[in-house]
């Protein structure tokens, strides 16, 4: 009987720790996903900060002497995409401005960019 007693108690111990062990990899996984989740917040934010610094500064016509560089990338990735858009817009034969030769995307009847209206005949 004593026997019986001991390893029903063991089994019990056994299978406590088991749900214990479970309920603690459940614990770690769930704040793993939390820990993630807040990092890409935090990756956001410094996103959304860099890109009002960048605007600010642009506005401004400052470029922080130590950001050179990032500054720089930042505007020939700005300009390889311009050009490209330019590139796609004349593909499909969208007009060019008469005044500065950029290529609004939409038919429309004045330049984004420099506010010359477009001729619509101008092909
Ligand atoms: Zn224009």
Known sequence: MALFDQLGKKF???SQDVANQSKTL??????????????N????????LGEQYYHRCRAEGTTPEADTFLFASVDAAMEQIHELKDRIAAAKGHPSCPRCGAR????????????SPMNS???
Do not use: H, M
């Not at 770690?28 to 993630?36: F, G």
């Not at 609004?104 to 506010?115: L, S, T, V, Y």
């Open 12 to 14: 019990s111990d056994f």
């Open 26 to 39: 459940a614990d770690i996984s769930k704040w793993n996903q939390s820990i993630t989740k807040e990092e």
């Open 41 to 48: 917040k935090i990756s956001e934010l410094y996103r959304q």
């Open 104 to 115: 609004p995307a939409q038919n429309a009847k004045f330049c984004p960019f420099c506010g």
């Open 121 to 123: 005949e101008v092909k």
